[in-house]
T-cell receptor, first 113, second 113 residues
Framework: DTEVTQTPKHLVMGMTNKKSLKCEQHMGHRAMYWYKQKAKKPPELMFVYSYEKLSINESVPSRFSPECPNSSLLNLHLHALQPEDSALYLC????????????FGQGTRLTVV | DAKTTQPNSMESNEEEPVHLPCNHSTISGTDYIHWYRQLPSQGPEYVIHGLTSNVNNRMASLAIAEDRKSSTLILHRATLRDAAVYYCILRDISNFGNEKLTFGTGTRLTIIP
């Protein structure tokens, strides 16, 4: 199983809503990542978890709150988002070694209204 | 992080070889060269990676300059399904526990039937 599964595929939320994005992998990878991608732009790294601990936060606003409850799951909790946060949110996982590949999910298309 | 420079776009005819260049003049001795591609409406997918020697796999070949300041991704016989944005990325293996996979602007490859 070399899949990274993201749910939901699409999400529309109001600026006062609270929602969560979910990411799951069963490859035994101990590094997991969240990216944000705007149209026609490259993915931008948001967070990295290593061994279920947050190791990198790329100065992401606090309205995005990541969580890694176990080695297979990664969540991104969303609260009080702005319309400019509308984007494709991608999850990825990899083994903890730089000479290995990362596997990406298909993403969650988020629209903030 | 060491930076990469790629042409914004390239075109190639179907069933012909494609050479996608990447410059990384500030590469360090511990940087691996990774290539990913992103097909329309999908998450990025791994293509190939290498350190010093040329590499081949079922998808592509990677040619690395002797001084490692540049590399070329070679698709031996392009098909319409190879139309994607191709990203050249450097990953520092000395950064264990501080995993990063940072995307540059990439090259948008168009395949002409």
């Amino acid at each position: 199983d070399t899949e990274v599964t993201q749910t939901p595929k699409h999400l529309v939320m109001g600026m006062t809503n609270k929602k969560s994005l979910k990411c799951e992998q069963h490859m035994g990878h101990r590094a997991m990542y969240w990216y944000k991608q705007k149209a026609k732009k490259p993915p931008e790294l948001m967070f990295v978890y290593s061994y279920e601990k947050l190791s990198i936060n790329e100065s992401v606003p606090s309205r995005f709150s990541p969580e890694c409850p176990n080695s297979s799951l990664l969540n991104l909790h969303l609260h009080a988002l702005q319309p400019e946060d509308s984007a494709l949110y991608l999850c990825a996982s990899s083994r903890l070694a730089m000479n290995t590949e990362a596997f990406f999910g298909q993403g969650t298309r988020l629209t903030v209204v | 992080d060491a930076k990469t420079t790629q042409p914004n776009s390239m075109e190639s005819n179907e069933e012909e070889p494609v050479h996608l260049p990447c410059n990384h003049s500030t590469i360090s001795g511990t940087d691996y060269i990774h290539w990913y591609r992103q097909l329309p409406s999908q998450g990025p997918e791994y293509v190939i990676h290498g350190l010093t020697s040329n590499v081949n796999n079922r998808m592509a070949s990677l040619a690395i300059a002797e001084d490692r300041k540049s590399s070329t991704l070679i698709l031996h016989r392009a098909t319409l399904r190879d139309a994607a944005v191709y990203y050249c990325i450097l990953r520092d293996i000395s950064n264990f526990g501080n995993e990063k996979l940072t995307f540059g602007t990439g090259t948008r490859l168009t395949i002409i039937p």
